[in-house]
């Protein structure tokens, strides 16, 4: 800090510091009383002649995990960069905290915090020292600005790499910075681009039930590739294709779009596999059996319902009718790569493609 000011590393500057350096202010805005944090109206971008962003509209409240989902190219890191004020629409509006990104960015920017694609961090910093430079720039002081800094080191496990300087650190744990940075201000709003981008297994665990720890007083949107963390974290989703909402609705809706939701697979011994898929075509709601396998005198059997609908005690009976020797019984959720492929594919060829 200089002459209470805060002093920008060279090369930072236009909108990178603009939304680092807010100061960090109360949540409470007298009269308002807000059920949603993030709300997003008819938003698009375009670049030149490509359309990167075409009409998308979706709320987040507090309490909210959206997971935001799209193939590469699809406007995803656009969407995001607009609500964070990094880009400005070609039409629409976004609204955080009640705030308009366009008339009052400042406002709205106080109550962000950003995870961009690639976290960007400088290099010549140690940790500790970035992370006490993004807490000067967000307004912490004293030791309330001590308390909340030891507390996100904690939190993102940073300690053995604090005196080390950004540039030297793995993937991971470079990773690892811009989620606290991202976070140490104690944000209404957050948004992460890839947020377990480069971590093992253990590290994505552990951002995750981050994730789901602070979702409880936070709107928070994450961008992924990783199917598993929708089931991990999300509560809802959405998916763009060639920029434009294709999909909105909870994790279990997204699945039950897949042709393996509610099929059921089965391990049947000292059986033919022509002998079941017989018996089982026979069963009203059942709509295909396939062989998966054969293993010594099993054989395994996935049977898909005809409508979506539950099949397993259909299927049960039939094994009971048969006096089938049964190993093995278990009912799918549904595969979200399918569904994924399927929105996405149809989506895009029925929009056109977008800006990457």
Known sequence: MHNGRAVCPPGMSGPAL?????????????????????EVDDLSKSFAQLHAVRNVSFKVARGEVLGFLGPNGAGKSTTMKMITGFLEPSAGHVRVCGHDVASAPLAAKRRIGYLPEGAPLYGEMTTRG???????VRGLHGDARAARIAQVIAKVHLEGVLEQRVETLSKGFKRRVGVAQAILHDP????????????DPNQ?????????????????????????EVDAVCNRVIIIAAGALVFAGTPAELAARSRYHNAVRLAVRDCGFEDVRAALSARAGVGAVEALD?????????VTPSDGARIIDVVSDAARTGRWDVAEMTVESGHLDEVFRTITTAGAAGVGSAAP
């Not at 209404?188 to 971590?199: A, N, R, S």
């Not at 054969?294 to 996935?302: N, P, T, Y």
């Open 294 to 302: 054969a293993d010594g005198d099993f054989i395994r059997v996935l």
């Open 188 to 199: 209404d709003v957050l948004i992460m681009d890839e947020p377990t981008d480069g971590l």
């Open 130 to 136: 970035f992370l006490e430079f993004v807490a000067d």
């Open 18 to 38: 603009q939304l680092l350096s807010l100061q960090h202010h109360s949540r409470d805005v007298p009269g308002m009383a807000m059920e949603y944090l993030i």
């Open 204 to 228: 994505k665990h552990e951002v995750r039930s981050l994730i789901a720890e602070m979702a409880k007083d936070k709107a928070i949107v994450i961008s992924t590739h990783i199917l598993e």
